[in-house]
């Protein structure tokens, strides 16, 4: 269990201006509060809240998000109320505590109208801050690496379909792709034993004949932007199983059809260079015509810039190529949580910003019923454009 001058410790590292004091007060109020609860493993239960603190540390969030981390069971499970965190940590992250537990409510309850109704002030308290997505996104990635603790497989199955249901897409919405592959990768053979089963069988063998030519790709890109003068980090990166079936489920793309068994990266310094490398490769392998996606110019609505191109390699296999900068990594894994590292933007928080989350609070707003609610939250999540459910609506 990370200890107390551990955690301050971890978040001294990338603030070293840190309230140290409001962040143990958190500690010790936390580890009170849930006394001798235990978790599915055993483990004391306030190992939980701490995880989750220690996940959003690695994401570098700031000490309200940390301080909410550490509470965020509290008013749910234990006898601490809002009014006391209030006074003694503040509005904001009595805000966030009080927004987190309304998502939990949804979880345990079968009510349709009043899980509509939770999700509602779900999104409210996300739209006011967007730090308490952060907090339940930590929450449900720890919930989730835990998972195998809990006996029954329906238990686990129902978490599993939540998460690819709900957390996934939220994760995918606010950018956070790390996060949102290793939610679904840990849901996957929950909900789709079978499927797990015969695709990670298939990935086996298909990799342990094709791992030389991810080395000769990287090799090759080495050579030909050193030859160019071009300063370039060059990764082979296997794609994570579940995104692999869902292209196969959905798009109906075979697995030996698949041009990205891996993903390549190119990752250079700065948007210039960039373009740069992207005639380097086409100068060197062809280019699959009209695969070529300039996410630079045009960033997808959740911030994320890449070069995309698809090229025939080496052995004439096709292969992906993602070309980005420094930055644009750092926020095409992170999303928004990136932003509290690179520019302490208080105004980032702010939900406001978010279409996609207006857009749905808009829906909620008009559903004339809201027991379909959930069905038009996920539906609405999957659309890449919400106008779609909107126009439905006005027929
Ligand atoms: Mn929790």
Not at 78 to 87: D, F, N
Not at 196 to 219: C, P
Not at 274 to 297: R, T
Not at 345 to 351: L, Q
Request: glycine fraction near 4%.
């Amino acid at each position: 269990m990370i200890r107390q001058f551990e955690l301050v410790d971890m978040v001294k590292a990338y603030d070293p201006d840190i309230d140290e004091m409001r962040l143990n007060r958190a500690y010790v109020f936390s580890m009170k509060a849930h006394g001798l609860q235990k978790r599915a493993s055993g483990d004391p239960y306030f190992s939980h809240p701490l995880e989750v603190a220690g996940i959003l540390t690695e994401m570098q969030l700031d000490c309200d998000t940390i301080v909410t981390a550490l509470l965020h069971d509290t008013i749910e499970d234990t006898v601490a109320t809002y009014e006391q965190i209030e006074e003694l940590f503040g509005v904001d992250v009595a805000k966030m505590v009080d927004g987190v537990s309304k998502l939990s409510e949804l979880e345990y309850t079968s009510e349709t109208s009043k899980q509509a109704e939770n999700f509602r002030k779900f999104l409210l308290a996300m739209s006011n801050d967007i730090r308490v997505l952060l907090v339940k996104l930590a929450d449900r990635l720890h919930n989730m690496r835990t998972l195998h603790f809990i006996k029954k497989p329906e238990k686990r199955a129902r978490i599993s379909r939540e998460t690819l249901d709900i957390y996934a897409p939220l994760a995918e919405r606010i950018g956070m792709q790390e996060l949102m592959n290793e939610l679904e990768d840990l849901a996957f053979p929950h909900v789709y034993p079978e499927a797990y089963e015969s695709i990670m069988k298939r990935l086996d063998y298909l990799y342990a004949n094709t791992e030389n030519i991810r080395d000769e790709v990287i090799k090759e890109l080495e050579k030909i932007f050193s030859e160019n003068f071009l300063e370039a980090e060059v990764v082979g990166r296997r794609k994570q199983p579940y995104s692999i079936w869902k292209k196969i489920t959905y798009r109906n793309v075979s697995l030996e059809n698949q041009a990205d068994l891996f993903a390549f990266r190119v990752i250079v310094d700065d948007v210039e260079d960039c373009y740069k490398a992207l005639g380097v490769i086409h100068n060197v392998w062809p280019a699959v015509p009209g695969l070529l996606k300039d996410y630079i110019s045009m960033p997808k609505p959740n911030g994320y810039q890449s070069i995309h191109t698809v090229v025939i390699g080496p052995q004439r296999k096709r292969i992906e190529v993602q070309i980005r900068s420094t930055e644009m990594d750092v926020i095409a894994e992170k999303g928004v949580a990136a932003h509290w590292r690179y520019k302490n933007n208080a105004s980032k928080k702010d939900g406001v910003h978010y279409q996609w989350l207006q857009d749905l609070l808009e829906i909620l707003e008009h559903a004339a019923d809201p027991e379909e609610f959930l069905e038009h939250t996920k539906i609405a999540m999957y659309q890449n454009q919400v106008f779609v459910l909107r126009q439905r609506e006005s027929l």
